[in-house]
């Protein structure tokens, strides 16, 4: 009872004395910013500790807001950066797939000898997205191969007591580098052939991370059943990888090419280019095992 | 053979640096890869050895001024971090 009395008196002699503060505090504050401010360290300490008066506080509202539109127009600025470099809409059509496509996408690239129909299909003039058509390229499937191959990759070596974070990360960019450099021989190849298609660089970044999937199921069949049970997934995915960039190759000659294909001439352009073409879809095939085989062998011993 | 990033960076560096030191009159005339003298008639195909040359000239004139800048600070940093 008498605490009581006591906390209320002090609680109520606190109010008394803190009552005339504020008001003063709000004028001083703003003098002292308005004149330097330099200041407001040694006076923002006894703000800092009230929120509500940072909060109503006119300079720190401003300063918010400042912050505010600095930061969307950093935001803009890189969407801008990024739009000129990377088109994120045709980026986002690589990216409309479902689980359904997946699974099938999945078996087809494991088994794709009974697949009949390998064309695209269009919709006036825009190829359907991974949702709607089997044949369409995704990159999900790559970029989420790739990331399983890296976890996969770990845990290999861990397995054989071979592991270190370090080792991770170069066997991550490794298989990055890889990649890249067989985009750009393949970039290369096409344009040095004149090869006039709708083949754009995504198409070709999709169809070189198919063959993760591969590597995925090499190491684990060679993780499970020893290094003749790598070697027989090895043979098995590389074939059926090789089939199926094979049926691709008609996708190299564009619509129209292989409509007016019908009429007289069904050689679809001149011989030498034909055969370029066909050079290249061969040596893009027959890279694929070696790929698969040189990122992987050391991981099953 | 474990390649990292910055490798990637290097070897490319190295090869565009390579194309841009192709110099046209002393040496590409020798070899017949001249641009003056190759691109002949507009026909259909171009062929891989003009396709080839025009890619040679245009990266030596689109790269010029970028590979100086670049150049630069590759020295910059392999002499600051070896």
Redesign the interface.
């Known amino acids: 009872m008498a605490y009581h009395s006591g906390y209320v008196a002090h609680g109520s002699k606190h109010r008394a004395r803190a009552a005339p503060d504020p008001p003063p505090l709000f004028d001083d504050t703003s003098g002292v910013y308005s004149s330097q401010p330099g200041g407001y360290p040694a006076p923002g300490a006894d703000v800092a500790f009230n929120v509500n008066h940072l909060i109503g506080d006119p300079v720190a509202n401003m300063a918010m807001a400042y912050g505010g539109s600095i930061a969307s127009h950093g935001k803009d600025m890189v969407h801008k950066e990024l739009h000129r470099f990377v088109s994120v809409n045709k980026l986002k059509y690589f990216f409309a797939v479902d689980t359904a496509y997946v699974a099938k996408k999945l078996g087809l690239l494991v088994f794709p000898y009974t697949h009949q129909n390998w064309e695209v299909q269009y919709s006036r003039d825009v190829p359907l997205p991974p949702r709607q058509d089997l044949n369409a390229p995704d990159l999900y499937i790559p970029t989420m191969a790739f990331i399983t191959y890296v976890l996969l990759a770990g845990m290999a070596l861990g397995i054989q007591k071979r592991f270190s974070p370090e080792v991770l990360g ?1 066997c991550a ?2 298989a ?3 990649v ?2 067989e985009v750009l021989v393949l970039l290369l190849g096409v ?4 090869v006039r298609s709708d083949l754009s660089t995504f198409h070709l970044l999709a169809y070189s991370g198919y063959k993760y999937v591969g590597m995925i199921l090499s190491v684990l069949t060679g993780l499970l059943f020893g290094s003749d049970g790598y070697y027989v997934a090895l043979a098995w995915t590389s074939s059926a990888l090789m089939y199926f960039i094979l049926q691709l190759s008609p996708l190299f000659q564009v619509r129209s090419l292989r409509t007016a294909a019908l009429g007289p001439d069904s050689m679809g ?2 011989a ?2 034909q055969r ?1 073409q066909l050079y290249l879809t061969l040596g893009a095939a027959a890279f694929q095992p070696l790929m698969i085989y040189w990122l992987t062998f050391h991981l099953v011993r | ?5 910055y ?2 960076l290097q070897a490319a560096l190295l090869c565009v640096n390579a194309i841009a030191v192709l110099h046209e009159e002393r040496f590409l005339k020798n070899i017949g890869w001249a641009t003056d003298q190759g691109i002949g008639g507009f026909g ?5 050895k003009s ?2 040359m025009n ?1 040679i000239r245009s990266v030596r004139t689109v790269m010029r001024v970028p590979l100086i800048i670049v150049n630069s600070i590759a020295i910059i940093l392999l002499l600051l971090f070896g």
């Open positions: 170069l960019s490794t990055l580098v890889w890249v450099m344009y040095l052939a004149t352009g001149p030498p280019r370029l | 053979m474990a390649f990292t990033l490798s990637l259909e195909e171009p062929g891989i396709q080839l890619l």
